[in-house]
Each structure stands twice: as C-alpha cells, then as structure tokens.
C-alpha cells in the first residue's frame, strides 16, 4: 500500500514560518503530481498549492508570494514552506499525491493523515 505522512506542523506566531514535509511510501509505480490542501473549522478543505514533478506548481491566491511548494523526486517527498503566516492560515494541512502503483492502473489520490497548523499571538 502507500502511505502519505505529514510533519512539520506546530504553533507559530503571526509573521513566522513553518515547513511541512510528505514523503510517500510503499507500492509507487509513478507520482504525476503532489500538493498540500488544508481545512480550517468549519469551514470545506481548500487545495493550497500543487506540484508536478516538472516541478510547475500552482498557488491558492491567499497564500502566492508566502508559500513555496517544492517536490523531490528522488525522494517522492513534498515540502510546503510558508513564511509569513497569518492567523487565516491556521488550519490541519494534508498531503496528497497522484500514484499509480503499477504501470497498467491508471492514477488514484492517497492522503496523508494531516498536521495541525496554528498561528496566534
């Protein structure tokens, strides 16, 4: 099977910054794509930035000139660096990817489990 697991989340103050991790594990045949969606409280999860392995991304306007998504191939791992956080940004932040875990299935979406990310004074 393949495992997502995300790391890096904590409590930071308005203006900080945090990094999160994601390697992916196990059965991976191809990853087209990675990426980070986060969702706060009551309110419906929001894809934050996504990445293929060309390494072109895509950005949530909110965060663009804050938030910088990067992937190591080599290491099947997605990082998420946010710098000048803002308490909006307070939210459980998930990982996915898009593997394939042979050459004859098509792509499906596994999910990490997600980290908690808290900005406050």
């Known amino acids: 099977q393949v495992q997502l697991v995300e790391s890096g989340g904590g409590l930071v103050q308005p203006g900080g910054s945090l990094r999160l991790s994601c390697p992916a594990s196990g059965n991976i045949f191809e990853i087209s794509n990675m990426g980070w969606y986060r969702q706060a409280p009551g309110k419906q999860r929001e894809l934050v930035a996504t990445?293929?392995?060309?390494?072109?991304?895509i950005y949530v306007d909110s965060v663009k000139g804050r938030f910088t998504i990067s992937i190591d191939n080599t290491k099947n791992t997605v990082y998420l660096q946010m710098n000048s956080l803002k308490p909006e940004d307070t939210a459980v932040y998930y990982c996915y990817a898009n593997i394939r875990v042979e050459s004859r299935e098509t792509f499906r979406t596994f999910w990490g489990q997600g980290t908690q990310v808290t900005v406050t004074s």
């Open positions: 990445i293929r392995r060309s390494g072109t991304s």
